[in-house]
């Protein structure tokens, strides 16, 4: 992974993904990208999830 992704590119690239509140829904996590998830999995650190 080191050599695909500098730490910069890896935070801002997992810094997008949304925690929405809404009253009616309460807290509601934002879609996830494919890239998003298989980082999590080479770090191996379970992705967020309400």
Same mark, same amino acid.
């Given at each position: 992974? @080191?050599?695909?992704? %500098?730490?910069? /590119?890896?935070? $801002?690239?997992? $810094? @997008? @993904?949304?925690?929405?509140?809404?009253?009616?829904y309460g807290q509601v996590? /934002?879609?996830? %990208?494919? !890239?998003? !998830? $298989? @980082?999590?999995?080479?770090?191996?650190? !379970?992705?967020?999830?309400?």
């Amino acid at each position: 992974m @080191i050599d695909k992704w %500098t730490i910069h /590119g890896l935070l $801002d690239e997992l $810094d @997008i @993904i949304e925690l929405l509140e809404a009253p009616e829904y309460g807290q509601v996590l /934002g879609e996830m %990208t494919k !890239k998003q !998830k $298989d @980082i999590y999995h080479a770090l191996g650190v !379970k992705p967020p999830s309400l």
